[in-house]
């Protein structure tokens, strides 16, 4: 007997995106698109912004669980342009998904409110979103740039993104920096410090990397 085709990625997208199919079909597109995928963005969040996950205060399972809960919501947005070759619809598809990731992933950086009022983090559209993919190059130079900062400095960015992220005061709680100024041998005073030197160094690498590109 004969194995009926798999459905493709757009189709099960329409599925998912289609208003006229049954909540049980659709539930099963998803759950079919997902397993589909999971294993290969968890992989590619994982390895390639684990620094940016930190800094932005979010884990690489939780941004995966946002990203296909997101890609959902979108679904009726995805277009296959009339790519029939399995192959390539797999990599537009994951190519789709890893902008809805980035996507998201700015949101969570923007809260981090200094590095979010530079120019640094790209936009992403909702309405662009089937568009080619393009590289993210501010976001490789701030991965790069982190890779330039002390472990302290590091430290102290990340434990401090996460208060500013859930919308905390912008000065730090007494009780976490002296509890970063004792981990650090040093003051609270100086860990304030700290935080304004590395996140001028960050800007700093970005903003030079940035000038370096637009030299012709």
Known sequence: MTALPEPSDAELLEAVGSSSVDPSEKS???????????????????????KLLALAGIGAEDL??????????????FRAADVDDPEHLRRRTRAWLGRVAQHLLADHLERFREVSA???LER????AIDDAPRPSRELDLITAGLDT????????????????????????????SAELAARW???????????????????????RG?????VP
């Not at 998803?30 to 397993?35: G, L, T, V």
């Not at 992403?124 to 309405?127: A, K, Q």
């Not at 940035?210 to 637009?214: A, I, K, N, P, V």
């Open 210 to 214: 940035l000038g370096q590109e637009s």
């Open 124 to 127: 992403l559209s909702c309405e």
């Open 149 to 176: 900062l002390s472990e302290r400095e590091q430290d102290v960015l990340r434990i401090t993104a996460l208060y500013h992220r859930a919308g905390d005061a912008q000065r730090l709680p007494n009780a976490v």
């Open 118 to 120: 530079s120019p640094y």
């Open 28 to 50: 099963r597109a998803q759950a079919m698109f997902y397993a589909r995928h999971v294993r290969y963005l968890y992989g590619v969040l994982h390895k390639q912004q684990s």
């Open 64 to 77: 995966v669980q946002e990203t296909f809960h997101r890609a959902f919501e979108r679904a009726h947005t």
């Open 185 to 207: 041998g040093t003051t609270n005073e100086n860990i304030r410090a700290i935080r304004s030197r590395a996140i001028k160094k960050l800007t700093d690498f970005v903003t």
